[in-house]
């Protein structure tokens, strides 16, 4: 898995996926996104034009602020440095699952290893130019 923190078990693509399970992977995300508000905004993720940005407070108050804060500590991580992360890459994760706008096999997608640090070198390839550029 590719880590962007330093810290042996602090990557991206596990904490996404971490986050992903939790919630019910991506039926039980697109609901908890809903909830808060945030269903356009996951739905554009899913499809197929532009993804819609979110702010890092409102990912954060979504997701469960309490979780990211646990996930951060358990992973040695500061949480101003994975809000940031986690609102300009989740955006570009889900895209990148949900193919032409598809769904289906989204969840093992991410269950697997090795399609996951795969999908993470793309994801990095277009996401670090958004951080940076």
């Known amino acids: 898995m590719f880590n962007l923190f330093g810290g042996k078990n602090a990557d991206l693509g596990g904490m996404v996926q971490s986050l992903m399970k939790e919630a019910g992977g991506l039926q039980g995300l697109k609901g908890t996104l809903e909830s808060a508000g945030l269903g356009d905004a996951m739905n554009s993720w ?65 269950d697997d290893k090795q399609g996951l640090d795969d999908l993470m070198r793309d994801v990095l390839k277009s996401g670090l130019g958004k951080l940076f550029g």
């Open 46 to 110: 899913i499809g197929t034009g532009e993804n819609q940005v979110v702010e890092e407070n409102q990912l954060a108050d979504a997701l469960g602020r309490d979780k990211i804060e646990k996930m951060a500590a358990e992973k040695g991580v500061d949480l101003k440095k994975i809000l940031p992360l986690l609102a300009t890459f989740l955006p570009l994760i889900i895209d990148k699952l949900t193919p032409d706008g598809d769904e289906a096999g989204a969840d093992a997608r991410i």
